[in-house]
């Protein structure tokens, strides 16, 4: 079935570095995706979202890049901070707008 | 700008009884999404409501309800509740039927003893 994978089920890194969160979909018709951000006890935060007519897109702090080729997606986050710590789901649309298939997750800890 | 809400925050149940649980969507979102979260997993696709109708769903039971009122608000309704359906329960809302810029609320973790 269709299916959202992370390569990375946990990532440490250091305070003020950059992270890489990786992730791979299934779904060759998917054409749009999501970065969100879950910390512990709270509801996934909207970070970033990308569509398929797209390669790359910049926020504040934050970079996603989409890869069709492979079906790969990647969220930068630059200057790694403490508040960073929480766990990171990609979300892909199957569907045209209908409904999200979300992986695993991937938990990224900062270190001081 | 109030953002998506849902109630209560927790809630324990016994084995066969019965749930609702409520959402009040982002304002100026008329499109609710109800997703199932077990520990430590994605959140799973319930289903979605739009213009007071279930537009689509996942792979949940029959047991699994819901509605939405014409203020775009929603509820969802588990009957006969299994000890596997302890979650977290999390409401996302949207625009027009679809799934772009969905937001979520903080959830609503159900306990099933």
């Known amino acids: 079935g269709e299916s959202v994978g992370l390569h990375l089920p946990t990532l440490s890194v250091q305070e003020g570095d950059n992270s890489i969160i990786n992730c791979a979909y299934s779904?060759?018709?998917?054409?749009?995706f999501i970065w969100y951000k879950q910390e512990s006890g709270k509801g996934p935060q909207f970070i970033i979202d990308?569509?398929?007519?797209?390669d790359k897109r910049q926020g504040q702090r934050v970079t996603v890049l989409l890869n069709k080729t492979v079906k790969h997606l990647s969220l930068q986050i630059a200057a790694t901070q403490p508040g960073d710590s929480a766990v990171y789901f990609c979300?892909?649309?199957?569907?045209?707008?209908?409904?999200?298939?979300f992986g695993p997750g991937t938990r990224l800890s900062v270190l001081p | 700008d109030a953002g998506v809400t849902q109630s209560p925050t927790h809630l324990i149940k016994t084995r066969g009884q019965q749930v609702t649980l409520r959402c009040s969507p982002k304002s100026g979102h008329d499109t609710v999404s109800w997703y199932q979260q077990a520990l430590g997993q994605g959140p799973q696709f319930i289903f979605q409501y739009y213009e007071e109708e279930e537009r689509q769903r996942g792979n949940f039971p029959d047991r699994f309800s819901g509605h939405q009122f014409p203020n775009y608000s929603s509820e969802l309704n588990v009957n006969a509740l299994l000890l596997g359906d302890s979650a977290l329960y999390l409401c996302?809302?949207?625009?027009?039927?679809?799934?772009?810029?969905?937001?979520f609320g903080p959830g609503t973790r159900l306990t099933v003893t």
């Open positions: 996302a809302s949207s625009l027009q039927g679809s799934v772009y810029e969905q937001y």
């Open positions: 979300a892909e649309n199957p569907n045209y707008g209908q409904n999200f298939v």
């Open positions: 779904n060759s018709a998917s054409d749009y």
């Open positions: 990308i569509r398929s007519n797209m």
